[in-house]
């Protein structure tokens, strides 16, 4: 079992940058996809990065998005620059030992989501 919890979400004008992290449970950490998606108003829940042996990036993040992870602190982070009010969305971290999984949406763990909101 794994257990997921983001934080640094909050309110930014467009233009800013946030830092969120992802601390999970468990000692096998290292063995887990990590990636983040987030689901805005009225809209369905989008993939946005992940972390394997490689990053994957949604087109729409690409260049101004960076995820990343430190194994020794089990803790996965998104660095989100140049945020624009299309990027408002509650944001949520998932982990699958399953990297297919994973990038397909269907992880089987989540955590709760952080709320990021950008202003014009």
Known sequence: QVQL????????QAGGSLRLSCAASGRTF???GMGWFRQAPGKGREFVAAITKNTYYAD???GRFTISRDNGKNTAYLQMN????EDTAVYYCA???NYSDLLRGRPDYWG???QVTVSS
């Open 95 to 97: 982990a699958d030992l």
């Open 60 to 62: 729409s993040v690409k």
């Open 5 to 12: 919890v983001e934080s640094g979400g909050g309110l930014v």
């Open 82 to 85: 140049s945020l624009n009010p």
């Open 30 to 32: 290292s063995s887990y």
């Open 112 to 114: 709760q989501g952080t």
